[in-house]
Nanobody
Framework: DVQLVESGGGSVQAGGSLRLSCAAS????????MGWFRQAPGKEREGVLI????????YVAGSVKGRFTISRDNASNGVFLQMNSLKPEDTGMYYC????????????????????WGKGTQVTVS
């Protein structure tokens, strides 16, 4: 079974940094869209950054451009989210997600189609 497990969340002051990790198991790190979504209280879950296992970053939310970066380690099936210059509006539950994609063309930032999800890690910025 595919499992995604997030870690690295926490509380931080505005302007600070956090690094989230997603450990994936149960599938080979090839031809997958993998990335991060977040959900603030009372809001829809939104895509943050998505990366294709066989190519570059495919989706970047405008609100995090220049502050957040995504990276992967295909050897360990890990995906990482480096968050710098955090703002209070970045507060929310951050989820790791994945789906298979033949070419990476479907690695969009909408949650539809992502069939593998972690349980989330909380990020609070004050």
């Amino acid at each position: 079974d595919v499992q995604l497990v997030e870690s690295g969340g926490g509380s931080v002051q505005a302007g600070g940094s956090l690094r989230l990790s997603c450990a994936a198991s149960g599938f080979t790190a090839s031809h997958y869209c993998m990335g991060w979504f977040r959900q603030a209280p009372g809001k829809e879950r939104e895509g943050v950054l998505i990366i294709y296992t066989d190519g570059p970053t495919t989706y970047v939310a405008g609100s995090v451009k220049g502050r957040f970066t995504i990276s992967r380690d295909n050897a360990s099936n890990g995906v990482f989210l480096q968050m710098n210059s955090l703002k209070p509006e970045d507060t929310g539950m951050y989820y790791c997600a994945a789906k298979w994609s033949a070419s990476g063309s479907t690695c969009w930032g909408q949650r539809d189609g992502y069939n593998y999800w972690g349980k989330g890690t909380q990020v609070t910025v004050s």
